[in-house]
């Protein structure tokens, strides 16, 4: 694999955190955090981190929000070239309430400048393209986008649809995809039915398959995370971890599972490292752990109990 490049949102995550049960319209106490964030800007920043050549593309605004994802982003290796700073425009942002036990309660996405990615700025990216590399994206684009970029790649997809809403962007473009990684509501929103047991899983794998999506990676929680390629339809669980930050931790999976599944890695060896540098990331405050190499994923992966079910055999 030559190249990764990565199509997203880039943006500056601010979290707060509650003590204590959440209370509606009320000040409640809690820790706020600033982070760089961005499903996209976290891709590229993992693959950097497994020592991939990864470019980013996207937008910011010329403000401190934007300086500092550039800044960071050439400080741990990725390639920051077709990032475009854009005067009189808002770095994008994420505002999210998490309860005590860091799961998501509310939140607000500012992304209104990614609109400002275009096929003018997006053709000399998609044409720098060769066969051997990786293209990346996300749902954040508005859907003419999308289906551009899809018909002009002349090189394997792969996608991360972010949200039930959003995924209704990928349904178009399915046939073209290498690799896809929902989430189970995400799943649950394009196949049309819901998928709570192994059979209802091995069925959701089977119909992403029909639409010509060539490998699929299902993110179903503490249910563990189900593949589905060729024949193969697999189920790997393992024991439940008390995460420090929830955030990002889909997006480490997704690159270090692409990172080895382009260098010949088989499905078991692939996902268990993604679960391990989805771990480490639970375990670090950041959207995208500093300490994230490839001897970490070893350790990190010794730690876990994965456990394989043969789906086709449900």
């Not at 880039?10 to 003590?19: E, R, S, T």
């Not at 790997?236 to 024991?239: C, G, N, R, V």
């Not at 889909?250 to 268990?272: K, M, N």
């Not at 070893?298 to 055999?313: E, F």
């Given at each position: 694999m030559s190249r990764f490049v990565v199509i997203g949102g880039?943006?500056?995550?601010?979290?707060?955190?509650?003590?204590h049960p959440l209370r509606p319209q009320d000040s409640n106490p809690g820790t706020i955090r600033t982070m760089l964030g961005g499903v996209g800007r976290n891709l590229a920043e993992n693959l950097a981190r497994l020592g991939e050549n990864v470019s980013l593309v996207s937008v910011v605004g010329d403000d401190s929000f934007g300086r500092w994802i550039l800044e960071q982003g050439q400080a741990c290796g990725v390639d920051m070239r077709w990032v475009q700073s854009l005067p009189d425009q808002r770095t994008s942002a994420f505002l999210a309430i998490l309860d005590p036990d860091h799961d998501l309660h509310s939140a607000i996405a500012d992304m209104t400048i990614l609109n400002q990615l275009d096929q003018a700025c997006l053709r000399p990216v998609l044409n720098s393209l060769q066969p051997e590399d990786l293209l990346l994206w996300d749902t954040n684009l508005n859907p003419e986008l999308i289906h551009w970029i899809a018909n002009q790649a002349p090189c394997p997809l792969a996608m991360d649809p972010l949200s039930a809403s959003k995924s209704e962007k990928a349904r178009p473009v399915l046939s073209r995809l290498t690799y896809f990684k929902p989430n189970r509501a995400e799943a649950e929103r394009l196949c049309g039915f819901a998928i709570p047991t192994p059979a209802k899983i091995r069925a959701a794998l089977d119909w992403f398959a029909k639409q010509g999506v060539e490998e699929t990676v299902l993110s179903l929680g503490a249910q563990g995370t189900a593949v589905g390629t060729g024949q193969q339809r697999l189920l790997?669980?393992?024991?439940p971890l008390e995460p420090v930050n929830t955030t990002g931790?889909?997006?480490?999976?997704?690159?270090?599972?692409?990172?080895?599944?382009?260098?010949?890695?088989?499905?078991?060896?692939?996902?268990?490292?993604?679960a391990a540098g989805a771990a480490l990331t639970l375990s670090d405050p950041l959207s995208v752990s500093p300490l994230l190499n490839r001897q970490a994923l070893?350790?990190?992966?010794?730690?876990?109990?994965?456990?394989?079910?043969?789906?086709?055999?449900v």
């Open positions: 880039a943006n500056v995550d601010i979290m707060g955190i509650a003590d790997m669980t393992l024991d931790a889909g997006d480490c999976f997704f690159a270090v599972y692409v990172s080895l599944r382009t260098q010949g890695a088989s499905i078991a060896d692939a996902a268990e490292c993604a070893t350790l990190w992966r010794s730690r876990l109990h994965c456990r394989w079910l043969d789906l086709n055999q």
